[in-house]
């Protein structure tokens, strides 16, 4: 069965403090099973509310993100598939395709147990005051910072410079190297699969392969990195990203961008899994949403309004040249090593109940709007 599609249902959004209250209950309780101790519990729940995936309540008030804790010693496949070594321009999955899986295959027996997934077209703008707009494109600001500084930053490019030739200009990484998706397109989801994966052609790094085929189109250098550093242990892959990340910078001090490729986990109470989709050209595709770190005083990262800039300038672009597919930026007090360039962001492609093809597609065009940003910079 093909999966249902519900509409956004205004609401408003909760308290703060009980938003946060209730989310720190929700992940402290999926976690306590698998560790021992109250320190431990700490120390995760700490990591947990530092990730892009669950670190809020997002999207209108209307649903929160997600993070199921993932035993690693059950991710799809086995170490052996994954080249630990960074891999260029996309060459690692690029012929792998899950368009057979999802399309030739007979229909799909639904679990006793299985989870329900439906379809959900978030908005791509906001009325509130949160909302702030670069041409097409909407910025959700859960800072401090006025709307008129917002503004005004985001008025100016970015200090980038993308120049011609052959040295690389952009780096597309993964943090959380092994989330993945779907393989089939039903309204429920086997909760024995928990969407992470070792296969290239099944994560985050097919994703990023998409991007890189079109900077590669437009003549934009780009290196690939297909590094897994969420496995075997899940906790402490910022820090271990953050290093391969200063590698390349090290090696090709030409790379300005660096866009960091992960897939989000939206869950409702009752274990419904929402993915958000959008139709493009007749085809469906994954939404995706940008996040841009702001520095509350302790992260070190005194250029961030630049990361902002150049994130206000694809969203510019991804919703003029394919409306409704980019959920709006958000701007909030996060790190995500993007202290690192004037060109770091982090984005989200689909959730984990997306699927694959879904994501793949959303790769493309993330890539096209990402050029067309790119070529805007040139210098």
């Known amino acids: 069965m093909k999966r249902k599609r519900i509409a956004m249902k205004k609401m408003i959004a909760p308290l703060a403090f009980l938003g946060c209250a209730l989310l720190t209950i929700r992940v402290s309780a999926s976690v306590a099973p698998f560790l021992g101790n109250f320190g431990d519990k700490a120390a995760l729940l700490s990591a947990l509310l530092q990730m892009p995936e669950g670190g809020i309540s997002y999207l209108n008030g209307e649903a929160e993100y997600y993070f199921p804790y993932e035993d690693t010693s059950s991710v799809s496949s086995d170490t052996s598939s994954v080249s630990s070594e960074a891999v260029q321009s996309g060459t690692s999955s690029q012929t ?54 917002i503004e005004a930053e985001i008025a100016n490019k970015p200090d980038i410079t993308i120049t011609e030739g052959t040295e690389p200009q952009v780096l597309i990484m993964h943090t959380h190297t092994t989330e993945s998706y779907e393989l089939h397109d039903t309204d429920f989801y086997d909760k024995t699969y928990n969407a992470r994966s070792l296969e290239n052609s099944e994560n985050m790094v097919r994703v990023g ?30 820090d271990r990203s953050a ?86 930026v958000l701007f909030s007090y996060r790190h995500y090593n993007q202290d690192l360039t004037y060109g770091s962001l982090l984005v989200e492609v689909g959730g984990h109940a997306n699927t694959l ?13 990402l050029a067309k940003t790119l070529e805007q910079l040139k210098g």
């Open 357 to 369: 093809d879904e994501a793949i597609y959303t790769g493309e065009l993330f890539g096209k709007a």
């Open 96 to 149: 792998a395709s899950s368009e057979a899986a999802s399309s030739s295959q007979a229909p799909i027996e639904r679990p006793a147990d299985a989870g329900d997934i439906v379809d959900e077209e978030f908005a791509t703008t906001g009325s509130s005051s949160s909302y702030i707009q670069k041409g097409n494109g909407f910025i959700r600001n859960t800072t401090n910072l006025s709307r008129e500084t």
């Open 243 to 328: 290093e391969t990340v200063k590698k390349y910078l090290a090696q090709y001090p030409s790379i300005k961008v660096v866009i960091d490729v992960h897939r989000d986990a939206i869950e409702r109470d009752g274990g419904v899994r929402v993915a958000p989709t959008t139709t493009i050209n007749g085809k469906k595709a994954a939404q995706f949403m940008l996040i841009a770190g702001c520095d509350d005083g302790t992260m070190n990262m005194p250029n961030y309004m630049q990361n902002l800039r150049f994130a206000a300038m694809i969203q510019d672009n991804a919703s003029t040249m394919f409306p409704t597919l980019a959920r709006p």
């Open 209 to 238: 392969d998409e991007i890189v085929k079109q900077l590669e189109n437009a003549g934009i250098g780009v290196l690939h990195d297909a590094t897994v550093h969420d496995y075997p242990s899940y906790n402490g892959a910022y």
